[in-house]
């Protein structure tokens, strides 16, 4: 009798997937949430301390970096988990941030120059 390899019945099994790297598209989104929510967050906490007390400026001035530094903990953190595209995502988040301001900044510089090309 000539028996076959495989079952016909059976369905093949499906090749090991490498892991779910994450999307890139959430990790943009949840950087850019993260860095509104700890702008907002920061802010008020600052603005309650310059309230309390204006000697504590230094200190709310080093408390601005605490959105930025999130955004990095994110990256590492998202890395460490081996969602790789999400980690990138949350970096495009803050490279756009970054070029953003970049913008904001000629824009400014633009308006004072002073300089009329129209005419």
Known sequence: MNMPSENPGQMPTPAPDAGDKGSLLIGFLIGWGAM?????????IVAVMMRISSELSLIASIA??????SLIALIVWFAQKGKTRTA??????????????????????GLMSGTNFGR
């Not at 601005?64 to 530094?69: E, H, K, Q, T, Y």
């Not at 990138?88 to 510089?109: N, Q």
């Open 36 to 44: 509104i929510g700890a702008t907002v967050i920061v802010g008020m």
């Open 88 to 109: 990138l995502g949350v970096a495009a988040a803050f490279g756009s941030l970054i070029v953003l301001c970049l913008l904001l900044v000629a824009a400014c510089f």
């Open 64 to 69: 601005g970096f605490l959105p930025l530094a």
